[in-house]
């Protein structure tokens, strides 16, 4: 049953992963015929929203794009920085619509920022407690099992904050890229949201998995309880 979940999330994750590579290997081939690179239409999203408070950094590595709200900024990686290409339009619009939740106090992503430190103790905890042989024997077998559930528990609820986080800045992208004409209509828009949306389904994939681990572990727990009774 443990090793159906690992390798059924395993798998999951691998697929979704292959699916962004996949598109973005294919619409980094599609030029805009706006001719913005990935900075450029950054820039401008961010001038349209009167954000003057982050900086565009570009940055070495294959898909490393992102924002970073402590420090306001906005990393993408060198591929979408400097290309024209649909792929890095989308993806770059993308992380300004992060930069634009954040200006905006947007609600899941003050949740999702709330939440990062406790996730990490918990992705932490459910890593180091199999690994330490602790599901067996020296501590009472329930009390491993109700740590293991609140620990997927909390990053279940962080993966489920995280999906209106990303859908909602890919539908801003979307728009802005349409509004812009940085992305005409047509071939351009459809191979952009192609590239948005793959992405987006990777966060599926994370909040799936967490929630099957979760489940896993009440099931465990109401299961070891029945046991006892
Ligand atoms: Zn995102």
């Known amino acids: 049953m443990m090793l159906l979940l690992f390798l059924g ?11 962004v590579r996949s598109a973005y ?3 980094s081939q599609v030029r805009a015929s706006s001719g913005y690179t990935g900075a450029q239409i950054a820039q401008r999203i961010l001038d349209l929203n009167n954000i ?18 402590g420090q306001r900024r906005l990393v993408l990686s060198e591929e979408n920085y400097h290309g024209t290409s649909v792929a890095a339009l989308g993806i770059s619009a993308h992380e300004c619509g992060h930069a634009i939740q954040h200006q905006q106090l947007y609600g899941p992503l003050q949740w999702r920022m709330a939440a990062v430190g406790i ?6 905890v459910v890593m180091w407690i199999p ?3 602790l599901m067996g ?3 009472p077998y329930h009390l491993v099992i109700t740590i293991m559930a609140i620990g997927f528990g909390i990053m279940m609820l962080f993966q489920l904050v995280t ?9 801003r992208a979307k728009k802005v890229l349409a509004s812009t004409g940085a992305v005409s209509a047509g071939p351009e828009y459809s191979a952009m949201s192609k590239v948005l949306d793959a992405a987006a389904l990777t966060y599926v994939a994370a909040f799936v998995s967490s929630l ?6 009440i099931l465990q727990m109401v299961g070891g309880r029945s046991n006892d009774e």
């Open 212 to 217: 099957a681990y979760f489940m896993y572990y």
């Open 9 to 19: 999330t395993m798998a999951l994750s691998l697929l979704a992963s292959w699916r």
């Open 131 to 133: 690994l330490l042989g």
């Open 163 to 171: 999906l209106p986080v990303e859908f909602d800045a890919t539908a």
């Open 25 to 27: 290997n294919r619409y």
């Open 52 to 69: 003057r408070d982050v900086s565009i950094h570009a940055m070495p590595g294959h898909l490393v794009d992102h924002y970073d709200p």
């Open 119 to 124: 996730t990490q103790i918990a992705s932490q």
């Open 137 to 139: 024997g020296f501590f």
